[in-house]
C-alpha cells in the first residue's frame, strides 16, 4: 500500500545516518538518548507499553466477576485474543 513512500523514508534515514556519523565514529545509546525527542518517545513508550500489559493481564484475572458463564467468558476472551493476535499480524505484514 505505502510501500515506496516506506523504502524512501527509509532510504532517506540511511543517507541521514551516513551524513551524520564522522569516519570510525558509531552512533551509541548515549548519542541517541541526548535528543530530548528520542527521550520523550521512549518514556511514552514505557507509560504505554507498562499500562497496555497491565490491562490486558488485569482482563484475565476479573474473568470470573464478569456475569455469565465463566467458560463462556473464557471462550470469548480467548476467540477475541485470537482476532487480535490476527489482525496484529496483518498489520504488521502491511508495514513492514
Same mark, same amino acid.
Given at each position: 500500500m *505505502?510501500?515506496?513512500?516506506?523504502?524512501?523514508?527509509?532510504?532517506?534515514?540511511?543517507? =541521514?545516518?551516513?551524513?551524520?556519523?564522522? %569516519?570510525? %565514529? =558509531?552512533l551509541?545509546?548515549?548519542?541517541f538518548?541526548?535528543?530530548?525527542? !528520542?527521550?520523550? !518517545?521512549?518514556?511514552?513508550?514505557?507509560?504505554?507499553?507498562?499500562?497496555?500489559?497491565?490491562?490486558?493481564?488485569?482482563? !484475565? *484475572?476479573?474473568i470470573?466477576?464478569l456475569?455469565?458463564?465463566? *467458560?463462556?467468558?473464557?471462550?470469548?476472551?480467548?476467540?477475541s %485474543? =485470537?482476532?487480535a !493476535?490476527?489482525?496484529? *499480524?496483518?498489520?504488521?505484514?502491511?508495514?513492514?
Amino acid at each position: 500500500m *505505502f510501500t515506496k513512500e516506506i523504502e524512501a523514508f527509509k532510504l532517506d534515514a540511511l543517507k =541521514s545516518n551516513r551524513d551524520d556519523k564522522e %569516519e570510525g %565514529e =558509531s552512533l551509541g545509546i548515549n548519542q541517541f538518548l541526548t535528543d530530548p525527542l !528520542n527521550r520523550s !518517545n521512549g518514556l511514552i513508550f514505557i507509560v504505554m507499553a507498562v499500562a497496555c500489559s497491565f490491562s490486558y493481564y488485569l482482563i !484475565n *484475572f476479573y474473568i470470573k466477576y464478569l456475569p455469565g458463564d465463566i *467458560f463462556t467468558n473464557q471462550i470469548v476472551n480467548s476467540v477475541s %485474543e =485470537s482476532f487480535a !493476535n490476527g489482525g496484529a *499480524f496483518l498489520v504488521l505484514k502491511c508495514f513492514s
